[in-house]
């Protein structure tokens, strides 16, 4: 079995996590335990007191106390809630209990509390590897558990203390397994809540970082409730849970595919970014489509997506870099697409923000008189010069915070400076696409 080690970081990404777990996404991404049972071979970090029922009591407990020992040198008795609580919000939608070790607490004011910067998280996991590489030991642990390992795929806050985070344990995987191929999901407000300034400018930094540091992804897929989608979908406003189900669903197409057998990590970083050239990707989500497109044709996605928010036009198609498409339900027949087996089988559980999706996929009616039909649930993932707005608008963000360093200390304003160009570089290749 080629084994892939699932990373989650932060409340947004864990948000998208435990929805992508409640869709079985297959033997590659779990593992089993005596008596059959399964479990995510996946590390889950977050605050202390967000796991909740995610974990066994003794996992969450363990996590209240690996923050209360940080902060306070266990001087205080920590009381937590009862088995079985919520926990955080992330926790009540979790539809497959994570294994014990799988809960990596961190503490929230290692992280900078609510107002944390990309720099307060990467400085936490620093600390965090000076003190004995406890949390990498934990990729360690399940890469050492694998026959052989395919790679990783890593779920990551947008901004924030655990953008930060997430970019240094990330880097320490990539330095310590150069040769597996890591896709990077960039998760935003899971609410759908646009970042603005400060938290625009620190999804800069971790975007510079992810595409084109030392220890860049091999893709870098950003995730973002979209504003408005298309008929098939309807999100509720501000609802983390409904928003947070579209993206895992987005995820959970490749996630099936690889599980399969019909392509492997390496194949999708080597076809999307054109072996390596482009590392940003557009994951776009169609459910609804009633035949199947070309895999390089994005105007079928874009008439039945979020493609729209991300600046795709009706006449999308033109500066595709590389695709791959994953079909539920109906196959793309191109040569870069990989059928991902039956239709989306939702657990009773998840989110009905379908119109018209069941246990057995979506139902269409057909055309005329005719037979209903069973729709596809179709994702492509591509590298566009459709992706040029959100780099421009990052870059823009860097820049401005730049012209005010009042604010920043000398090695921050010499780290912004790097960032800056480093993103400049990556818009100028994007440009190419156009």
Not at 2 to 26: C, K, M, S
Not at 75 to 88: N, P, S, T
Not at 92 to 114: C, D, F, I, N, W
Request: glycine share 16%; charged share 20%.
């Amino acid at each position: 079995m080629r084994e892939v080690i699932t990373l989650q970081f932060g409340g947004d990404a864990n948000y998208v996590g435990a929805h992508f777990w409640g869709l079985r996404p297959g033997d590659a991404f779990v593992e089993r335990r005596r008596g059959g049972a399964e479990e995510p071979r996946a590390l889950v970090y977050d605050v202390a007191g967000a796991f909740g029922a995610a974990v066994g009591a003794e996992a969450a407990a363990a996590a209240g106390v690996a923050e209360a020992e940080a902060a306070l040198g266990a001087a205080l008795e920590v009381h937590r809630q009862a088995a079985g609580g919520g926990g955080g919000g992330w926790a009540r939608v979790a539809g497959r209990r994570l294994g014990a070790r799988a809960a990596q607490a961190v503490g929230a004011a290692e992280l900078g509390g609510a107002a944390g910067r990309f720099l307060d998280g990467a400085q936490a996991a620093a600390a965090a590897d000076a003190r004995g590489d406890e949390l990498e030991g934990g990729v360690r642990r399940l890469a050492e558990a694998c026959d052989r390992l395919q790679g990783f795929q890593a779920l990551c806050d947008a901004s924030g203390g655990f953008s930060g985070f997430g970019a240094g344990v990330v880097a320490r995987v990539r330095d310590e397994f150069p040769k597996a191929p890591l896709l990077l999901y960039s998760v935003g407000d899971a609410g759908g809540a646009r970042l603005r300034g400060p938290r625009l400018a620190d999804a800069a930094v971790a975007a510079a970082v992810a595409l084109a540091g030392d220890a860049a992804a091999s893709v870098c897929v950003p995730l973002h409730v979209p504003a408005r989608a298309g008929a098939h979908v309807r999100i509720p406003p501000g609802d983390p849970v409904a928003g947070s189900a579209l993206l895992a669903v987005a995820a959970a197409q490749w996630a099936a595919a690889l599980g399969a057998g019909r392509c492997g990590l390496d194949d999708v970083a080597a076809r999307v970014t054109c072996r390596g050239r482009y590392v940003a990707a557009e994951a776009l989500l169609a459910p609804g489509l009633r035949a199947a497109p070309a895999a390089g044709d994005l105007r079928a996605f874009v008439a039945c997506s979020d493609a729209a928010v991300r600046g795709l036009g009706a006449g999308a198609g033109a500066g595709v870099g590389g695709a791959l498409g994953v079909a539920r339900g109906t196959c793309l027949p191109e040569p870069g697409g990989v059928a991902a087996g039956p239709a989306l089988d939702l657990p009773r559980g998840f989110p009905r923000i379908f119109r018209g999706l069941d246990a057995q996929g979506l139902a269409a009616a057909g055309a005329g008189d005719g037979p209903a039909e069973r729709v596809a649930v179709a994702g492509l993932l591509c590298t566009t010069a459709a992706s040029l707005p959100r780099l421009e608008q990052l870059r823009a963000a860097l820049h401005a915070e730049q012209a005010r360093p009042h604010h920043l200390r000398a090695y921050e304003r010499d780290a912004l400076a790097d960032h800056a160009a480093a993103l400049d570089a990556v818009v100028e290749r994007y440009g190419e696409l156009g």
